[in-house]
T-cell receptor
Framework: GAVVSQHPSRVICKSGTSVKIECRSLDFQATTMFWYRQFPKQSLMLMAT?????????EQGVEKDKFLINHASLTLSTLTVTSAHPEDSSFYIC???????????FGSGTQLSVL | QKEVEQNSGPLSVPEGAIASLNCTYSDRGSQSFFWYRQYSGKSPELIMS????GDKEDGRFTAQLNKASQYVSLLIRDSQPSDSATYLC????????????FGKGTHLIIQP
């Protein structure tokens, strides 16, 4: 199947700092990538849809100024958590699909811990 | 609002038995259905996809879809301890590159 690479896998940072997470599609071009967040023992919650060359579409309740998404190329999307706080500590996962309405391939996820 | 419901479990099944995982969804317009397996601390991996009513088999796994009842299930035959994980049901309404809506997952434990 398609490969989606995500890093870093784990980040520990101080409150108030910004953290950038990268998501790359290694063997295919992804015009659309998705960013999910998962709290312990909870489901994956879609945060935003990242579209190459245009602004991301954010889900209701997700602050676009706090979670900056850049999809500058067909193989790279980045999520920057700005001024991170302890409540932002979570497992962040990116994903992409080969075709619209098709299965998603997930990156390995990033465990963010904000102290 | 799209909703996907799963029993959180834990569901405990003896090794070698059949594990049955169930999922219901609220959006009648949903067209694509997926089962993902997620180990603790890891990202989900795709187990099965199903798009039309009926059964779809792949090795020890069988996905079942009933759109009239808005119900999708996953059967795991000859359960192995390595099948112990959280199984996520995901639904996509279709019609474009839309993110999936996930259920909270069912925690499956296969007892040796």
């Amino acid at each position: 199947g398609a490969v989606v690479s995500q890093h870093p896998s784990r980040v520990i940072c101080k409150s108030g700092t910004s953290v950038k997470i990268e998501c790359r599609s290694l063997d295919f071009q992804a015009t659309t990538m998705f960013w999910y967040r998962q709290f312990p023992k909870q489901s994956l919650m879609l945060m935003a849809t990242s579209n190459e060359g245009s602004k991301a579409t954010y889900e209701q309740g997700v602050e676009k100024d706090k979670f900056l998404i850049n999809h500058a190329s067909l193989t790279l999307s980045t999520l920057t958590v700005t001024s991170a706080h302890p409540e932002d500590s979570s497992f962040y996962i990116c994903s992409a699909s080969l075709l619209a309405n098709e299965k998603l391939f997930f990156g390995s996820g990033t465990q963010l811990s904000v102290l | 609002q799209k909703e996907v419901e799963q029993n959180s479990g834990p569901l405990s099944v003896p090794e070698g038995a059949i594990a049955s995982l169930n999922c219901t969804y609220s959006d009648r317009g949903s067209q694509s259905f997926f089962w993902y397996r997620q180990y603790s601390g890891k990202s989900p991996e795709l187990i099965m996809s199903i798009y039309s009513n009926g059964d779809k088999e792949d090795g020890r796994f069988t996905a079942q879809l009933n759109k009239a009842s808005q119900y999708v299930s996953l059967l795991i035959r000859d359960s192995q301890p390595s099948d112990s994980a959280t199984y996520l049901c995901a639904v996509n309404q279709g019609g474009g590159a839309d993110g999936l809506t996930f259920g909270k997952g069912t925690h499956l434990i296969i007892q040796p």
